[in-house]
């Protein structure tokens, strides 16, 4: 049980200690420094404790915000500090350390422990009122202050994103939140709402594989709960500060599993009814898991970049401060809820093949709006990416043990042409080739071969070119490419949908990678990596597959390769986010 120390002589009629109690701490008090530090050795080193001026006059979703976020070791307001054991040694040793001072003692504490190097979080208050009142006038000011905003509208108001689509915003928003509340008031956790919104979605896939129109009406409204209990999880997140590593990786993957899904349910009921949309599900998948890595990859080369400097970003900045631009601009890149949106009104109104068509249109206008946006930064940005940025990328490259061989022999010299440039070659020359000719033919084998020693040489130093951010989506779409042009080429029942899942389950592996990169925790062990066969490995093998096998047997061999690496990426990844004691994290950025 946590524990708060509450410093300095008690206030008579403060409800502090009370509130103290309700967000789960034992109290216990300390009149000066040299009590606080014979309380901090009542209290075992495991647990989380709070220092507290018995002064403290403020709203209780500061104290909750300052004294329970599981993401931070180290959080502090005025007049509160809580620390987790990870800071722990850090306030034991300031606690030894400091004494009186003109400032509240937990203020004191807190800046002792910042200065001896350990970062101590300090949440955004808003209109949220924390103070240490010196005096009569000062206390009824204070008083004055917190009665004056509502504690609980400012909660319910910041449970909700701080950057969110349009749809989300304005038809999701409003309501879900109070959603949020009923579930924190019962009880309920965030991983639970995550879950009962992926049951949801399989159930609207079921609705849809049935290929009936009250199918698809049905699961066009179960898409749009499964939406809405989306949301809520989230907000019931930030509402109940319920953050943990487990949530952060269900939050990360039920998201693409609950799509991709609804993908595959659409396609088997247009099958029932004799349309073979396969290629267009797959088509899909792939658009939006390109995408998506151009985002990450963008991302994780310039979050940390020194003089990261550019005309284009400084453009998009003024277009932000205009109120219009910044929800058309949200829009058209169809996010995650404009895209849930569509994808559950058409499904209820038309057919499979045209939910297909209006999802790939409009995903390939947003990935080559952000795309195009995103080059021209880069390529009139001024900035230095560092060595972590770097690795980063090569992580996301998921580069295997063929790529490894010229990437040992080019490191002692440098490559002929930029990484970029010889990702690009390779890799449309693999698309081109497996396009152009006939399935089954011997000469795509020196193709794949080729494109392995391209993508070695690619990564063969560290990428910190303007545009090396590219060399992971290119990497992406080749591969995936490459297997669905395999499947359809190979033209005999059940090639598309093994391709299907074989995509699903190597692009489950390039998302676990990334939120493993976005926690701090780095890339997936290298042995998984070279157990799957990198990516270069996985095209070389699976065109070797089609070059050797009857059409008949492709699928089955499509179908075992998924079956492979779905296990060994599914339990490892398991097992890390499981028991590897990541950081707990939450996603507050741009919607997927």
Not at 288 to 297: A, E, G, I, P, Y
Not at 383 to 393: G, P, V, W
Not at 544 to 558: G, H, I, K
Request: aromatic share 8%; proline share 6%; with cysteine.
């Amino acid at each position: 049980m946590p524990t708060a120390i509450l410093t300095g002589l008690p206030v008579p009629g403060s409800p502090l200690a009370d509130e103290l109690r309700s967000l789960g701490f034992e109290v216990r008090p300390a009149a000066g420094p040299e009590d606080v530090a014979a309380a901090l050795g009542a209290v075992p080193a495991d647990q989380r404790v709070a220092v507290v001026d018995s002064a403290f006059v403020g709203h209780l979703h500061a104290l909750r915000l300052a004294l329970t976020d599981p993401r931070f070791d180290a959080c502090a307001i005025t007049g509160a500090l809580a620390v987790q054991p990870g800071a722990r040694a850090a306030l034991d040793k300031a606690a030894a350390t400091v004494g009186h001072g003109p400032a509240p003692y937990p203020d004191l504490l807190a800046a002792e422990v910042e200065g001896a190097g350990t970062a101590v979080q300090r949440p955004e208050l808003g209109t949220l009122v924390a103070a240490v009142p010196a005096g009569d006038a000062e206390h009824r000011a204070a008083t004055a202050a917190v009665a004056a905003v509502d504690d609980e509208a400012v909660r319910l108001r910041t449970a909700v994103k701080s950057r969110d689509g349009f749809f989300t915003t304005f038809f999701i928003s409003p309501y879900s939140r109070y959603i949020a509340r009923w579930c924190a008031r019962r009880g309920l956790t965030p991983n639970q709402v995550t879950t009962a919104s992926l049951i949801t979605a399989l159930i609207a896939a079921g609705c849809a594989a049935t290929g009936e129109r009250w199918g698809y009406v049905a699961a066009g409204v179960l898409l749009l709960v499964s939406f809405v209990l989306d949301c809520t999880d989230g907000q019931l997140a930030r509402y109940s500060l319920q953050y943990s590593t487990m949530g952060a990786w269900l939050d990360a993957t039920f998201d693409r599993a609950k799509e991709y899904a609804f993908y595959a349910g659409l396609a088997l009921g247009a099958a029932r009814h004799g349309d073979d949309v396969w290629a267009l599900a797959l088509g899909a998948m792939i658009l939006m898991t390109c995408r998506h890595v151009v985002d990450f990859s963008f991302n994780e080369a310039n979050h940390d970049a020194t003089a990261n400097t550019s005309p284009t970003a400084a453009l998009s900045d003024r277009l932000d401060s205009v109120g219009w631009t910044v929800w058309v601009r949200r829009m058209i890149i169809l996010p995650i809820g404009e895209r849930w949106a569509m994808i559950a009104v058409l499904t209820a109104a038309t057919t499979p093949r045209i939910v297909f068509y209006a999802l790939l249109a409009g995903c390939a206008f947003g990935a080559l709006y952000t795309t195009a946006g995103r080059i021209l930064r880069s390529l009139t940005r001024r900035a230095e990416r560092t060595d972590r940025a770097a690795q980063a990328l090569f992580d996301l490259t998921d580069s295997g043990p063929l790529a490894e061989f010229p990437r040992r022999l080019l490191k002692a010299r440098r490559p002929a042409a930029s990484s970029v440039w010889v990702a690009a070659f390779g890799s449309l020359a693999l698309v081109g080739f497996t396009l152009g000719r006939p399935y089954g033919d011997p000469v795509l084998i020196a193709v794949a071969v080729l494109y392995a020693v391209a993508a070695g040489e690619a990564v063969s130093r560290p990428l910190k070119g303007a545009l090396d951010w590219l060399i992971p989506p290119l990497f992406r779409a080749a591969e995936y490419v490459t297997v669905l042009a395999l499947a359809a080429k190979a033209d005999v029942p059940g090639a598309l949908p093994a391709a299907f899942g074989l995509v699903a389950a190597v692009a489950y592996h390039h998302y676990d990678t990334v939120y493993r990169i976005r926690g701090g925790s780095g890339a997936p062990p290298h042995w998984l990596v070279r157990t799957i066969g990198g990516q270069e490995g996985r095209v070389l093998l699976t065109v070797v597959l089609a070059a050797v096998l009857s059409r008949d047997a492709f699928p089955v061999a499509l179908t075992a390769l998924a079956v492979f690496v779905a296990l060994v990426v599914l339990v490892e990844s398991i097992r890390f986010w499981v028991s590897s004691g990541a950081p707990a994290v939450h996603d507050e950025g741009e919607p997927a």
